[in-house]
């Protein structure tokens, strides 16, 4: 059974610092892993997608990478901004199944 | 507004009682999903469509839930005699059918907070 797992659950930074978020994966088959953030309240908003092919995307100031291998991916964002201040969620799908497995999440908040 | 709706927002019912959402997901997406999340947890896969098909179905999709999409367009969740462990967020989302990255990605829609008191 996959299971995803991100570290810390709660990270809070000064505005202005370039930060790392954790995600790891028990399977190695995975197919795609998407990184979300999600508001207090609210729904999910997809930041980026990674194919098992790629190994990071970009997107502004934000750049994800995977390492199959290692069964890990990252979220970096640079110069964080109070409005950074979410939750982060990263999820991976497996080949033949369409449904996400997500982990718990990191809460970040950026101090201004 | 093209992106995927839900409606309602929010839902407080008491136990016992049937509740039904709707999720309208984006319109050139033919694949549907539902998931649900409850406090500090990530979202929990309960069911997909391609089309109309329900393709895939959670083990946490007690006989109590049941899904549609009758016309491979909006989806409804039914969740019958409501019970206080029902309380979280449903969260429909969309994606393509075709190749690429494009269609794997999911949007998701803003959610619907049920509480069951």
């Known amino acids: 059974k996959q299971e995803v797992t991100q570290i810390p659950a709660a990270l809070s930074v000064p505005e202005g610092e370039n930060l790392v978020l954790n995600c790891s994966f028990t399977d190695s088959a995975i197919y795609n892993l998407q990184w979300f953030r999600q508001d207090p309240g609210k729904g999910l908003t997809s930041l980026l997608l990674i194919q098992s092919s790629q190994r990071e995307q970009t997107s502004g100031r934000l750049n994800a990478s995977l390492d199959k291998s290692s069964g890990r991916s990252t979220l970096y964002i640079a110069a964080s901004q109070p409005g950074d201040s979410a939750t982060y969620l990263c999820a991976d799908n497996q080949g033949g199944s369409e449904k996400l497995v997500f982990g718990k999440g990191t809460k970040l908040t950026v101090n201004p | ?117």
């Open chain 2, 1 to 117: 507004d093209t992106g995927v709706s839900q409606n309602p927002r929010h839902k407080i019912t008491k136990r016992g009682q049937n509740v039904t959402f709707r999720c309208d997901p984006i319109s050139e997406h033919n694949r549907l999903y539902w998931y649900r999340q409850t406090l500090g947890q990530g979202p929990e896969f309960l069911t997909y469509f391609q089309n109309e098909a329900q393709l895939e179905k959670s083990r946490l999709l007690s006989d109590r839930f049941s899904a549609e999409r009758p016309k491979g367009s909006f989806s409804t969740l039914e969740i019958q005699r409501t019970e206080q462990g029902d309380s979280a967020m449903y969260l429909c989302a969309s994606s393509l059918d075709g190749s690429g990255a494009a269609s794997y990605e999911q949007y998701f829609g803003p959610g619907t907070r049920l509480t069951v008191t």
